[in-house]
């Protein structure tokens, strides 16, 4: 397996992760329901860990789209959101993991960090949806903004 390979495995679950992660935890927080909450964190902790690996294999698996002759600029759009997401996405983990230890603690503060891990996984769904989108734009031309299936067909038939 090379780098793009293992980047197309792991960059799934981050933005997955995140939106699942977000639902869960909302859903847990109206409901006054800790195990809920729990569950969220820990995806939401397990999410910036495979974000972490995604980020990891992205500059290998550029090099080698580069190589197929995709579009540079096509990359590095992908690769600017993507860093914002992995910013945003490391933090909602960090803070995920203190929202885990102070609920189990019973400590005052967990309320507080629980509410900050809604909003930052909010962000995170938010970012991990175009970060998704431009990634898949990459080499799936027909998700691309202003794509025409008819333009694609005639320049086939070429």
Known sequence: MN???????????????TIFGFAIL?????????????????VLFVSAVLGLLA????????EIAENLNINHHIIHEHE???EKFA???????AVA?????????????A?????????????SSVLSARVGTSGGEIRHTEIREG???SENHDKELK
């Open 3 to 17: 780098d793009a390979h293992l980047h197309m495995i792991f960059n799934h679950f981050p933005i997955i992760g």
């Open 26 to 42: 909302l859903a847990g927080i109206l409901l006054k329901n800790k195990s809920m909450q729990h569950t969220a964190y820990i």
């Open 55 to 62: 980020m990891r294999t992205g500059e290998g698996a550029e």
């Open 80 to 82: 600017e959101i993507a």
């Open 87 to 93: 910013i945003i996405l490391y933090l909602t983990g």
């Open 97 to 109: 993991i203190l929202a885990l230890i102070t609920s189990v603690r019973n400590h005052p503060k």
């Open 111 to 123: 309320k507080v960090f629980g509410i900050v891990t809604l909003i930052l996984s909010l962000g």
């Open 147 to 149: 794509f025409s299936a």
